[in-house]
């Protein structure tokens, strides 16, 4: 498939805004909605800092939208609030990638969530689950990011992401997500 026509397929990009360590009980979590590379819709909510609630208040902004994919910023919001990847897939039947700038440690992710955390099991299963983490060089010469997706094979995944990422080294959706999380943030 050519970028432009991967380009028309609405796809919804999450991110979640800043937040102070400690002070800060919620942060902002935005959904941007994405086609032909133009803004069609912004949502957001408001989810707690290393809470529980990410992947319930997701569901419930979709709702409504129509949209043919879901780009995660990674799947650990407002510190480690994390959105299940599997439970988006399974509650709106379309592909869900996460978007990763760097390869994760999880060794790292793991102790921190047994030091920090009373529930560190259920939160390690959902990054668990996920599966393998695929490479993929950006065609416009932006580097490399990784990625995980849940029903889409690598092969399509990686032809969406590299025909939604245009400016930088992050898919649009994603990208203006980011922006706009961190932009009222500050508010």
Known sequence: MNLNVLRKIPVI???DGSFRKNVDL????????????GVEAVRFTRITVDGLDATEKAIEVLKGLKFDAIMLAGVSFGG?????PFELFEKFGTPVIV???RRPRNDAIRKALIRHFNDWR?????IEKLGPIHELALSNGRGFLYFESVGADVRQVSNLINALTVI???PEPVRVAKIIAHG????
């Open 122 to 126: 259920a939160r390690l299963m959902i």
């Open 26 to 37: 919620t942060t902002f979590l935005v959904f941007v909605l994405l086609k032909e590379l």
């Open 184 to 187: 009222i943030s500050k508010l």
């Open 168 to 170: 930088g080294g992050i």
């Open 80 to 84: 480690f609030n994390l959105i299940d």
């Open 99 to 101: 978007i990763l700038k």
């Open 13 to 15: 990009g999450i991110d």
